[in-house]
């Protein structure tokens, strides 16, 4: 299977924190952010829902 490159633009905050789970998970920053992607729309198919609102605290971020 073939991989779509998608350029993709993240505020220096927002990098920094998947850069850090991405460490904490072992894996590359590309890996985490697919990971996520793919539990995210996994959640979705599920139960027609977006990621509950209760599963992590907000973060400030500038996104």
Same mark, same amino acid.
């Given at each position: @299977? $073939? +991989?779509?490159?998608? %350029? /993709?633009?993240? #505020?220096? =905050? ?9 460490? &904490? &998970?072992?894996? #590359?920053?590309?890996?985490?952010? $697919?990971? /996520?992607?793919? $539990?995210?729309? +996994?959640?979705? =198919? +599920? *139960?027609? +829902?977006?990621?509950?609102? *209760? /599963? &992590? %605290? =907000? @973060? $400030?971020? &500038?996104?």
């Amino acid at each position: @299977m $073939e +991989k779509k490159q998608v %350029p /993709l633009r993240l #505020s220096p =905050k927002l990098y920094a924190a998947i850069a850090s789970w991405a460490e &904490d &998970d072992f894996r #590359s920053i590309n890996g985490q952010i $697919e990971y /996520l992607l793919t $539990e995210c729309v +996994k959640q979705r =198919k +599920k *139960d027609g +829902k977006y990621v509950p609102h *209760d /599963l &992590d %605290p =907000k @973060m $400030e971020l &500038d996104i």
